[in-house]
């Protein structure tokens, strides 16, 4: 993708499902980090960041400078000498070195894997949006419409969000069938994965 494309698929998605356009580039950056990591190996501390104005992708690497020793990670750590030796003379101990990593064809797995992390961090984006509209409606009465009946318990659908009536809080004697109309107290608020 080049540049604003990037900027204007996050604007859109953003918009579509109702959520901030800067989470949705912050997963378009975690999404291309684990890319990433999976071209250059997973030990490596490489972290992407995208220009909000101008969408340019930067992928880089991070490097700690520590004493000989001192390396556990031989890979997100190196030596003053060996810092000397790239060419940064100025290098002491507790330097972090950036350097740019040139982009790359990210290849069809890896753009699947980017795929699921930027479905899942804006279902999670969702989720908690939805969590923040409830939390604070405890006690209230809502309306909604029974999408399914399992084993007495209804599924009401909200319109931005979904509650469960059990079968021992409704009104004995009152049978519940698909697209009734319903009327219900909000008892409890909760975050799940679904």
């Not at 104005?53 to 000989?68: C, D, M, N």
């Not at 030596?79 to 040139?102: C, N, R, Y």
Request: aromatic share 4%.
């Amino acid at each position: 993708m080049n540049r604003v494309e990037i900027l204007q698929v996050a604007d859109t998605v953003a918009r579509e499902k109702n959520i901030e356009k800067e989470l949705v580039i912050q997963a378009i950056e975690q999404a291309i980090q684990k890319a990433g990591r999976s071209k250059y190996g997973h030990e490596h501390d490489i972290r992407c960041h995208i220009d909000r104005k101008s969408g340019e992708t930067q992928l880089k690497l991070y490097r700690t400078v520590t004493a000989p020793e001192e390396i556990e990670n031989e890979v997100a750590q190196i030596t003053v000498e060996q810092a000397h030796k790239m060419g940064k003379k100025d290098a002491s101990v507790g330097d972090v070195l950036i350097d740019l990593l040139p982009a790359f064809d990210y290849g069809r797995v890896a753009a699947q894997t980017a795929k699921q992390v930027i479905m899942q961090n804006i279902r999670e984006a969702e989720r908690e949006k939805q969590y923040n509209e409830f939390k604070d409606r405890v006690g209230e009465i809502v309306s909604g419409v029974i999408k399914r009946v399992e084993y007495g318990n209804a599924t009401i659908d909200l319109g931005r969000g979904e509650a469960i009536l059990r079968r021992d809080d409704t009104i004995p004697r009152e049978h519940l069938k698909n697209g009734d109309r319903v009327r219900a107290y909000v008892y409890d608020v909760r975050r799940e994965q679904r």
